[in-house]
Nanobody, 117 residues
Framework: QVQLVESGGGLVQPGGSLTLSCAAS????????MGWYRQAPGNERELVAL???????NIGDSVKGRFTISRDNAKNTVYLQMNSLKPEDTAVYYC???????????WGQGTQVTVSS
């Protein structure tokens, strides 16, 4: 069974930092592009960051310069380091996996990030 399990979400003050982790199982991790999406109530789900099997990354414009995505293939884990957090970053953050050779996609259950004073 494929599982993407997020952790690290929570409440943080504006300007603070938070690191999300996504542990994958049931997939050959190094063969999958990995990413993070987020969705706030009433908003569309948007791509936050993507890291491909090569290590090449794409960062969404709204978080560029503040967020960093990385992966540890030995641990089957992808990370999202979030710095200088703003209230508008408040959303449910979803881990995403896409097989590099086929159209197979998987999603985590999401973890809540709330940026508020």
């Amino acid at each position: 069974q494929v599982q993407l399990v997020e952790s690290g979400g929570g409440l943080v003050q504006p300007g603070g930092s938070l690191t999300l982790s996504c542990a994958a199982s049931g997939i050959t991790f190094r063969g999958y592009h990995m990413g993070w999406y987020r969705q706030a109530p009433g908003n569309e789900r948007e791509l936050v960051a993507l890291i491909r099997i090569t290590g090449n990354t794409n960062i969404g414009d709204s978080v560029k310069g503040r967020f960093t995505i990385s992966r540890d293939n030995a641990k089957n884990t992808v990370y999202l380091q979030m710095n200088s957090l703003k209230p508008e970053d408040t959303a449910v953050y979803y881990c995403y996996a896409k097989y590099s050779l086929r159209s197979f996609e998987y999603w985590g259950q999401g973890t809540q990030v709330t940026v508020s004073s």
